[in-house]
Structures are given as structure tokens and as C-alpha cells.
């Protein structure tokens, strides 16, 4: 079975500071997906980004950035300069392969963890 | 560009009622995926149709079901509400061939039971 842990239940950060969020999962699967999703006090979920198991490529986009390690089953995103837009909570998850390796299926999250950002 | 519309946005129902939950995927999506989160959890996956077919299944109650009509908009039924059933109900949608694209999520459905 597939698990997605994320131990920082909260974080809290003044403006300007970089914060990183850790992401550990666990899976059986030689290919998945795993995913970063943020979601704003109004609810909604948004996507941020996507990696497949074959790709250990760290990302940048702008103030973000994502370091997947499969030595050590992490997932973890970096937030640089953060600022107060930046409050919300942030959801690691992971997706296995459906049966014939074409995409993924349902996600499994983590428990989330709610950054605070103040001015 | 068309997100997942998701209906009603807020729900408010009592205890041992019915309610229906609609999903409209994104033009030419045929995955739809239910998920329900309650306060300060995290999402959790109810059930996932292709093609108008259940292809998986997660931790749904018996009271809940769920479809996928021909013009693959989903509905989520749930009937003997429960306090417990009070929760943010998201609907996904993806196109199961492109595994370049993610899971997009509609806004939710608040529903809230007295």
C-alpha cells in the first residue's frame, strides 16, 4: 500500500524567509507519480507540480523548488523569500501507475502542513 | 481554459437526508475521481470512474454512490446522512491517456449536516 508522510504538521515563517516542507512516501511500485498541491484558506486545491518515478531532476519555478530523492523515498519543496501569499497548507501526494503504465490513478495525500507566513 | 465545475459549492443538509453532488469534467477528460475531506484532514479517495465505468474504489460508504453518465459529468449520492458525513467533496478530472497532465480539481462542495 502506498503512504505519504509529512511531519511537519506546522510551520510558521516571518516574510523573507525560506522555508522547506519535507514529503517521505512509500511505495511497492517501480513507477508513480508524486505531486505537490497547495490549499488556500478558501478551499480550493491547486496544483503546483508532478513527478514521475524516472525523473530525479530537481525543478525551479520562480520562488519554488522541488527536491526528489528516490535514495530516500523524499519529496521535498522549498519555498525561497516566502511571503504572506504564500499561507496556506500544503498537500504532498503520490499516484501508482494504473495497470498498463500509461498514467496514474488516485491519490494518495499526506497529512498536509499548514505554513503561516507573517508580514 | 474550462476547469471542473463542481455543484452545489455549499450543501446544507440534516441528519438522515439525501444529497446529490455533481461534477462536470474538463472537455474531454473520461476519468472522474471523488474525493472527501473533512476538517483539518486531508483528502481521501472515494471512487474513481472510466469511461463511465468504476475503475477503483476507496473508502466509500455503503450509503454513498456514485456514477458516470454519457456526457461523462459524475454525480455523487448520499443517502442517511450522517454528522460525519460533513465534509469538502472534491471532484477530479484527468484524461487516463496523458500522463503529462495531472489530476485537475474542481472548487469542492461544503456540505454540512445539522
Known amino acids: 500500500a502506498q503512504k505519504v508522510t509529512q511531519a511537519q504538521t506546522e510551520i510558521s515563517v516571518v516574510e523573507k524567509e525560506d522555508v522547506t516542507l519535507d514529503c517521505v512516501y512509500e511505495t511497492r511500485d517501480t513507477t508513480y507519480y508524486l505531486f505537490w498541491y497547495k490549499q488556500p484558506p478558501s478551499g480550493e486545491l491547486v496544483f503546483l507540480i508532478r513527478?514521475?518515478?524516472?525523473?530525479?531532476q530537481n525543478e525551479i519555478s520562480g520562488r519554488y523548488s522541488w527536491n526528489f530523492q528516490k535514495s530516500t523515498s523524499s519529496f521535498n519543496f522549498t519555498i525561497t523569500a516566502s511571503q504572506v501569499v504564500d499561507s496556506a497548507v500544503y498537500f504532498c501526494a503520490l499516484s501508482e501507475a494504473n495497470a498498463g503504465g500509461t498514467s496514474y490513478g488516485k491519490l494518495t495525500f499526506g497529512q498536509g502542513t499548514i505554513l503561516t507566513v507573517h508580514p | 481554459a474550462a476547469g471542473v465545475i463542481q455543484s452545489p459549492r455549499h450543501l446544507i443538509k440534516e441528519k438522515r437526508e439525501t444529497a446529490t453532488l455533481k461534477c462536470y469534467p474538463i472537455p474531454r477528460h473520461d476519468t472522474v475521481y471523488w474525493y472527501q475531506q473533512g476538517p483539518g484532514q486531508d483528502p481521501q479517495f472515494l471512487i474513481s470512474?472510466?469511461?463511465?465505468?468504476?475503475?477503483d474504489k476507496g473508502s466509500i460508504p455503503d450509503r454513498f454512490s456514485a456514477q458516470q453518465f454519457s456526457d461523462y459529468h459524475s454525480e455523487l449520492n448520499m443517502s442517511s446522512l450522517e454528522l460525519g458525513d460533513s465534509a469538502l467533496y472534491f471532484c477530479?478530472?484527468?484524461?487516463?491517456?496523458?500522463?503529462?497532465?495531472?489530476?485537475?480539481f474542481g472548487d469542492g462542495t461544503r456540505l454540512s449536516i445539522l
Open positions: 477530479a478530472s484527468s484524461l487516463l491517456a496523458d500522463s503529462n497532465q495531472p489530476q485537475h
Open positions: 470512474f472510466y469511461e463511465k465505468m468504476q475503475s
Open positions: 513527478r514521475n518515478s524516472f525523473d530525479e
